[in-house]
């Protein structure tokens, strides 16, 4: 009897192959024979979950978006609405080895998104994504009066996006204690409790 596959169980494990390779090796080297290889597969087992190299290089930086929405809907958001802003945030930088190789994955994309539309376009949309979340974790914390939702928000859209590119750039100087402390004194200075 054939053994049953989960087709999209079977996508992501390919993808999380593009991104085993990306890190050991580099994007340049997200073949499709490659994958394959890392995944055990023949390449005509490859190509029967995705036609072309672009294809599988979309769904594994769109499976990276996924992942991060994922935690972010699975938190409990009663309580503090501080805490509640911090936690959420905290799903979007590398504080721990999965959202580590997340982070290096996205930042291969990132830069093949120059010159790759599709590409980009998934690019766009994840910060669009990122910078939606800022807005509202501002707006859940902005107690001042007169305070500039749009540019705090783009502030700490510009925070996070800083120390999640220290954090994989300089892993020694920025810990995860580190960030953990950089954000936590930046969400107390909008809460107005700095």
């Known amino acids: 009897m054939p053994k049953v596959v989960d087709p999209e169980a079977r996508r992501r494990e390919l993808a999380e192959s593009v991104w085993r390779v990306i890190r050991r090796d580099g994007l340049e080297h997200a073949s499709v024979r490659n ?13 029967h979950y995705f036609a072309t190299q672009s294809e599988l290089l979309a769904f594994a930086m769109r499976l990276v978006h996924e992942r991060v929405q994922r935690r972010i809907a699975a938190l409990d958001l009663s309580g503090d609405p501080r805490q509640v802003v911090e936690r959420a945030l905290q ?20 830069a093949r998104a120059l010159v790759d539309p599709k590409l980009r376009a ?17 707006e859940a914390l902005a107690r001042r009066p007169g305070l500039d939702v749009a540019a705090e ?39 107005g409790q700095a």
């Open 35 to 47: 994958v394959a290889r890392e995944a055990g597969l023949s390449m005509g087992s490859l190509r």
């Open 91 to 110: 799903e979007v930088l590398p504080l721990d080895a999965e959202r580590h190789a997340e982070m290096e994955v996205w930042l291969a994309f990132t």
């Open 122 to 138: 998934l690019r766009d949309e994840g910060h669009s994504k990122l910078r939606e979340l800022c807005r509202r974790c501002v």
């Open 153 to 191: 928000a783009e502030r700490l859209h510009a925070l996070i996006d800083g120390l999640a590119l220290h954090r994989v750039l300089d892993p020694a100087t920025t810990t995860p204690q580190r960030v953990v402390e950089l954000l936590a004194a930046h969400l107390d200075e909008l809460a």
